[in-house]
């Protein structure tokens, strides 16, 4: 019998099991029963760490499959909806690259109305943002960071010999529409980077830095140093005490959308001389507009009038198109999300899916077009609720089986390397938090790609693991309610895994 395998990489590696071919069928019988033999020993790992004091009260949805055929090879409670945290990412950047393609690219562009008369523009600049994530972006390879995305603009307002502005620039964000965050994220969350607004307008990953001065002794305040980039506009209360040394970042940052007086709380570790924490853009758009005019006044064109924001769409067949920003293709894009987990990615992509299904670019109608599109998939979400596209509510529920079958799905696919290459593998540069040490060291360094999840009391983990045997088969575990140690269940999944790659 001829087996075909894929296995990720620069060839699809052709297998041949002839033995199986000249064995009666007793010997199918015993492969069978070598399969069922691994997913019983896997089982039991399951069983002995369910009856552990720690994890007596925890739930536990379990759900591991053959990738070519999504035929079950371990299932415990896999229909089970559970908190999924920040593997809800692979639905979203799924559905973006299947919808999408993994080549698109989004635009952001720079267009005016009047006319140009002896260096003077009179009429109005518009940015007209296209829901780029990675405008202005410094984490994101191939991204024009934010000191460079609006030079190559003025030099086209210059080559078109403007020296004067004589009217105002409008930041144009309304290609998403609705409220700008979940109503179900976390109040502490709220104000920080990991939890910025999605805009149509995004710029500079929709962050700023604050660094503070520690104090010399535990319990003393953490002096707020500066700010960047510079919001003028932006007020902080600040309350920030110092932690012991390596107690690490605990420092929060409260504040809401279009709001520019935030309060700072919690601490920050001693023994440094300068700690730098990440707050979210109370604007995102406004903040592209007034940057812009401060590169513009730099270069030496006047502007008369001052930044402002719109609220309703406007028609751009009257307007002269001057310059436009292309983003990476959305692949790269893709990569970034899952490989950081970073949240605003995905929140913008969510939205995406509602714009392009011709809806209205809202965080509702981006949940419901990620509902049909995984229901036109053939996959039941009748069990699962969403709230975002990151999974940083924690109100996201959904049964490790969701995840598992989503997976096989891509397998299948014509762009599954691309979405391959978006996960992480143990060790691998550029992962962040605990999945970057899950596996290193183990046989799994280089046969698992792996997206993780965790909030308090939260695990989660899915993705591919290609077996001593060269098979693939796709995975995803998400444990809730635990009383142990979070790096004692990365610990038992990675024993799991292990298992399943020896003996499958």
Not at 3 to 10: D, L, Y
Not at 53 to 64: D, I, Q, R, T, Y
Not at 356 to 366: Q, T
Request: glycine letters at 10%; aromatic letters at 12%; charged letters at 25%.
């Amino acid at each position: 019998m001829i087996r075909h395998i894929r296995v990720p990489g620069n060839s699809v590696k052709l297998v041949l099991f002839v033995f199986f071919a000249i064995l009666p069928n007793n010997a199918r019988a015993f492969e069978k029963e070598m399969e069922e033999g691994c997913a019983e020993n896997a089982k039991l790992i399951i069983e002995r760490t369910k009856r552990k004091p720690e994890f007596k009260n925890a739930l536990w949805s379990v759900s591991v499959k053959k990738a070519h055929n999504g035929s079950d090879v371990l299932s415990f409670d896999s229909k089970y909806p559970l908190i999924c945290a920040s593997i809800m990412k692979v639905l979203t950047t799924w559905a973006a690259m299947d919808v999408l393609g993994p080549g698109h690219q989004f635009e952001t562009g720079l267009y005016m109305d009047g006319k140009i008369e002896k260096g003077v523009l009179d009429g109005n600049l518009y940015i007209k943002g296209g829901g780029d994530p990675s405008f202005g972006s410094h984490i994101l390879k191939g991204a024009t960071p934010l000191e460079k995305v609006f030079l190559p603009w003025i030099e086209e307002l210059k080559k078109r010999g403007v020296k004067v502005v004589n009217g105002f620039i409008y930041s144009d964000d309304t290609l998403f529409s609705g409220i700008e965050i979940s109503p179900t994220w976390a109040w502490e969350d709220i104000g920080n980077y990991y939890a910025a607004w999605p805009s149509a307008l995004s710029i500079n990953d929709n962050l700023y830095r604050l660094c503070f001065k520690p104090s010399s002794r535990v319990g003393g305040s953490a002096r707020l140093l500066g700010m960047e980039p510079r919001i003028y506009e932006m007020k902080f209360i600040n309350l920030m005490k110092t932690g012991p040394e390596n107690s690490g970042d605990n420092g929060y940052i409260f504040n809401m959308p279009k709001n520019y007086r935030a309060i700072l709380r919690g601490t920050l570790p001693k023994g440094h001389k300068k700690f730098c924490i990440k707050g979210a853009l109370p604007d995102p758009g406004l903040f592209a507009g007034q940057y812009f005019l401060r590169q513009m006044k730099k270069s030496g064109i006047k502007v008369r009038g001052w930044v402002s924001g719109l609220d309703e769409k406007i028609d751009y067949s009257g307007k002269t198109e001057i310059a436009r920003a292309l983003s990476p293709p959305l692949k790269d894009i893709v990569k970034v999300t899952n490989t950081k987990s970073f949240n605003l990615y995905a929140e913008i992509l969510l939205r995406h899916l509602s714009v392009a299904g011709g809806g209205n670019g809202s965080l509702v109608d981006g949940i419901k077009k990620l509902k049909s599109f995984l229901t036109m998939k053939d996959l039941d979400v009748k069990s699962s609720n969403f709230e975002d596209g990151s999974g940083l509510s924690r109100l996201n529920k959904a049964p490790a089986e969701l995840f598992s079958n989503a997976l096989v799905k891509v397998y299948k696919s014509e762009y599954f390397y691309d979405f391959y290459d978006s996960l992480v593998s143990p060790g691998e540069k550029g992962a962040k938090g605990h999945i970057k040490y899950f596996g290193k060291g183990t046989l799994l360094e280089k046969n698992l790609k792996i997206k993780s999840g965790s909030l308090k009391k939260v695990r989660a983990y899915c993705g591919y693991l290609r077996t001593k045997s060269e098979r693939i088969l796709s995975f995803a575990f998400i444990m809730n309610n635990y009383s142990a140690n979070p790096k004692s269940v990365d610990k038992i999944h990675e024993k799991i895994l292990l298992n399943l790659y020896k003996e499958y």
